[in-house]
């Protein structure tokens, strides 16, 4: 029914502005102009040294390292939960470790360390991960996979926020910057508590589309190379029958032992044949086919993958994802029940409340790692942290089972002087991008640029100015890993 229809309708009904009302709506012209001017507002101002945008993957870490070098710290969340993607989108946490199984005579070396780690002995207290599950098959894909259980991950993160004091604004969505030249003098956050202002000496953007960095002006670009994702979490399944199933349908392609409710040397992860019709519908949907678990009785991230006609910055284009993706999702709960022994009653435990990105904008920084840098296993003298995962092993590796160093002007933004970035923001060639995007190369990049940016603060220099040796011993001193 158009404008026009919908007036006769109500006419009709002897609805209209002749009827009784004691508003006249019909005076209210909605028809003036495409734009309306917001009149101007006093926001009440909050102060601190660090505003961390984003509480996911990255936010997390970065706010933690930034408050437990002394800075007043805020972390702006617009979800209830700090964690993000690593709770919503993948498999298991890639990955801790080097990829040394494909390369004899190399040592198995844990790589990243600090901050990232310790939420992992966090969550092992509390039975919340698998541990750092070596792979026993498919072991020159990843040789460690990290499964974590969410909801866990959201409440140990927290909790770990709140005793290193940092101000959690969760509920909150960063919704612009206030700009001083080419410096960031704070950012605009709204909530059901009003709009406020957040007033800081240094930032860091960790909200995966790179919202901070482009309300202040930074230069980006929107790859749109990836396919979105949204995960399900299926629950009342029987792993070990599952396990048999596919055993039966041919081999089993991957697998990983660890902890899964609360026993060791358990399935945590795997990946096999699942037959031809339920390949055939899977495929449909997008659905992947690696699973893991921390749980009996239960399938995380079971990914629905697919590419947005558009782009992943429309509202509109997102809208239609959002509802494909659901569709999707149902339609992979009904073909575990319908083809999977073990499965008959299984039902949708959690999904990802939005659609997942693996890219969103991408931040131009003081240097962009080239995909040469990570195969060759490249290490530059502002190195903040070593990484050697490669999602695209065994086509891609870091040489020799090595690592490569992600350099600090990686993650400091060109054009701003007090802002850094940390997460799947940075590397703009896509076969770089699947090593640095990974989850634990962006926490340890969280811990890099929230030391950073509070060491910035408390010198009251911009991003730029900050002595590489006094970066490098905070690192040191908050427990990270350097190969030399
Ligand atoms: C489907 C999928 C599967 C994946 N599988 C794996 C895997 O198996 N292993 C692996 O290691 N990696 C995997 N990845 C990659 C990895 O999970 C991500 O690259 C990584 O988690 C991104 O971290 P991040 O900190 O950049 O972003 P996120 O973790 O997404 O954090 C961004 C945070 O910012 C918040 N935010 C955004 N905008 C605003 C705003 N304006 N105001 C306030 N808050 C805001 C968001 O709510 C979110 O919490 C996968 C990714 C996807 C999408």
């Not at 006249?24 to 009149?39: A, H, Q, R």
């Not at 926020?161 to 919704?175: H, K, Y």
């Not at 969103?360 to 290490?379: A, F, K, N, P, Q």
Request: charged content about 25%.
């Amino acid at each position: 029914m158009n404008r026009r229809e919908f007036s006769k309708h109500m006419l009709m009904l002897g609805i209209g502005a002749q009827a009784s009302c004691t508003v006249d709506m019909s005076k209210v012209d909605i028809n003036l102009g495409n734009y309306y001017e917001e009149p101007a507002k006093k926001l009440p101002v909050r102060k601190f040294d660090v505003v961390v945008a984003g509480g996911g993957t990255a936010g997390v870490v970065a706010a933690l390292a930034a408050a437990r070098q002394g800075a007043k710290t805020a972390l702006i969340e617009v979800k209830g939960y700090p964690g993000g993607t690593v709770t919503e989108g993948g498999t298991a946490l890639h990955s801790f470790y080097n990829l040394w199984k494909a390369f004899p005579g190399v040592k198995k070396r844990q790589v990243v360390r600090g901050i990232p780690q310790e939420i992992i002995d966090r969550l092992m207290k509390v039975g919340g991960t698998s541990g750092h599950a070596e792979m026993s098959k498919g072991y020159d894909f990843d040789s460690i996979c990290t499964a974590i259980d969410t909801e866990l991950y959201k409440l140990v993160t927290m909790q770990m926020l709140a005793e290193a004091g940092v101000f959690i604004a969760v509920n909150t969505m960063l919704t612009g910057a206030i700009m001083d030249g080419a410096r960031i003098k704070g950012v605009i956050a709204e909530s059901r508590s009003g709009r406020e202002a957040f007033y800081a000496k240094s930032f860091v953007d960790c909200t995966a589309y790179g919202d901070l960095a482009a309300f202040a002006g930074a230069d980006y670009k929107v790859p749109n190379d990836y396919a979105c994702c949204n995960s399900v979490g299926i629950g009342n399944v029987d792993i070990d029958k599952y396990h048999d199933f596919m055993k039966s349908n041919g081999q089993i392609e991957q697998i990983a032992f660890g902890t899964r409710s609360g026993e060791p040397d358990k399935i945590v992860r795997v990946q096999g044949p699942r037959g031809q019709a339920f390949s055939a519908e899977a495929n449909k949907i997008g659905m992947s086919s690696v699973t893991t678990t921390v749980h009996d009785n239960y399938l995380m991230f079971i990914k629905c993958n697919f590419k947005v006609p558009g782009t992943v910055l429309s509202r509109d284009d997102m809208a239609k994802a959002e509802l494909e993706v659901r569709k999707r999702m149902a339609k992979a709960v009904e073909l575990f029940r319908k083809y999977v022994p073990g499965c008959e009653k299984a039902f949708m435990a959690r999904t990802s409340p939005t659609l997942c990105i693996r890219r969103g904008r991408l931040i131009t920084c003081d240097y962009d790692i080239t995909h040469e840098d990570v195969i060759e296993g490249r290490h530059f003298d502002d190195d903040v942290m070593a990484y050697g995962f490669h999602d695209s092993a065994p086509r891609f590796q870091v040489k020799n089972g090595g690592t490569y160093g992600i350099p600090y002007r990686a993650l400091r933004v060109a054009s701003i002087e007090n802002l850094l970035v940390a997460g799947m923001m940075i590397t703009s060639d896509h076969r770089a991008h699947m090593s640095t995007r990974n989850t634990v190369s962006c926490m340890g990049q969280g811990q890099a640029t929230g030391t950073a940016s509070a060491l910035c603060a408390a010198k009251n220099c911009g991003t730029r100015d900050l002595r590489y040796s006094e970066l490098r011993k905070a690192l040191v001193n908050g427990g990270v890993y350097f190969e030399s």
